[in-house]
């Protein structure tokens, strides 16, 4: 059994914060201060004026636009998604989040209306530009900032108006390719995480890998008062670094990307960071690159003041099925068995919840590595064993197996089957398999999870008070498939090849539902209280119609929102932000399925649906809720390509 777990003695946090927040203990006093409520990402409220016996009663209060119009009047033909993942930020009556250009607006929380709009700091030529999943909110004493980073830049804006600090950076703002490698370019939709007196931001990077040799994804830190670069952490380390023996034939030297594209948790009070680290180049073929290969999909804890390691676990060994980390580390104050633990846990694309001390990274509950299927691929040096955590259970489906496969009648079984005879099939870890060119070669390996999960980027909530997980997941294979390089255009053996979503008969899916599902888990017992499907979907297909099945559940990315009395959830998007639509591949019957209009609020001990209401479009933002003028606000993000964006604020009535 390897060692996936290591500390490093002797790094101790010194100092306290004057009022330090609680940072796995949700949304405090009303507001909603960072992306998931906390900066433990709970995405948890302990409001209760919205409950079981009013939320039918529930009114749209105000809505708004994603983009103010203000910009459009300076350039009419101003082009921008209809889709946020932005998260807005609420404080002091005062709510502020990036449109979908990237600039930030700050509206009042009761009427909706806009209180500022940041300029584009190149005047209408700088109007372009992408959303991002939101700001981070920083104070000490008298002082506040509101920080953004948008394209290539990090900002530092005053709450009142919206303008620059000036002292910040170079006029207000620092370029992200400091500490960087020579030539490389940054991009990120993410939303910063502001720790003591540091704001540590990750990367997006390329899934399409041309060499070997890449430009690593590593974190930073940068000081909030002046912008200045604190620390730099290797996501691959680098001679003479911790987790080189990982790497065979010294590959780390040239090996890249592993960055962290998800975002961030912190403990402010320990003063640490919790980092979901992404795979390593290249995330479907690793000849070039034997060995575990550290920092690559782990979850990494650092001190949030140097940068230091203080803990890792790999949650995947040796990646190749794209399984990164896809969300923040839910930190949650646990009893397990009687003694009280101080918990993080980080939701995979596998369907497991890996659950540790957030002191010291020891497993809270066992942590086997167990043997799984390896390689035919020319060259690969696949792990011989993969980290499976004993509790919780898995909370999605795992494996492409016949038995895994739909089964509504015999006749699509037996169809199900024949479509799989062309691919590789197994349990999960199994690799990525050459996909031929001949009419009877295999095209590839159907994975199960997917690369979209089990969880993804919407992540979990966690309700302090009970002791709660809750989990929105899906049910979505993938072909991993990889092809031969071609000499002439890379110096890889293999590259990743169509990647592409699989179906099953008739238009239906290929596995068993439900398709989008909620979980709870007790976290103070490691065990699941319940799990329902969430959405109808495909219940009605000519094919199954007859049968009168129950909900299927909807394959959507929809981010949870709780409170002391609900547990609300959409149905997720048809289209991520900039209009692309999910996945590809997927059959017209099946993408009107692929998310849902429908926002619901769930029982949260039992799973039943209290209420629902039908939104203009889906949504893929998190819901927020906040106090205001003595009534509770529930603000959820809609829109899609052909339904124009907006915010709409929910409460009852006066």
Known sequence: MRPALSLVMGVVVIGSLANPAAAQYGATDGEWRAFAGDAGSTKYS?????????????????????????????????????????????????????????????????TGETLWAQPPYGGIEDLRGAGTRGVAYWSEGDEERILVQRGEYLYALRPDTGALFDDFGDGGRVHLTIGLAEGARYRWGGAPTVVRDVVVLGQSMSDTFQTKEAIRGDVRAFDVRTGELRWVFHTIPQAGEFGTDTWADDSYAYSGHAPVWALFAADEELGYVYMPVSSPTNDMYGGHRGGDNLYGQSIVCVDATTGERVWHFQTVHHGLWDYDPPAAPILMDLTVDGREVKAVVQLTKQAFAFAFDRVNGDPIWPIEERPVPQSAAPGELTSPTQPFPTKPPPFDRQGATIENLIDFTPELRVEAVEITDRYVIGPMFTPPSIRGDGPNDRQGTIQLPGSQGGADVQGGAFDPETGYLYIPSITSPFVADILEGNPDRTNLNYVKGSRQWIGGPRGLPLFKPPYGRITAIDMNRGEIVWMTPNGDGPRNHPAIAHLNLGKLGVPGRPAPLLTKTLLFLGEGSTNLPGGSRVPEGMPPQIVTNYGGRTFRAYDKATGDVIWETELPAGTLAPPVTYMAGGRQYLLVATGDTDTPGETLAFALPQ
């Open 46 to 110: 302990s409001l209760d004026q919205i409950d079981a016996d009013n939320v039918g009663s529930l009114d749209i209060a105000w809505r708004r636009p994603l983009v103010d119009p203000s910009y459009l009047e300076m350039n009419p033909e101003l082009r921008y998604s209809n889709v946020s993942s932005a998260a807005p930020l609420v404080i002091d009556g005062v709510g502020y989040v990036p449109n979908s250009i990237g600039l930030v607006e700050a509206f009042d929380v009761e």
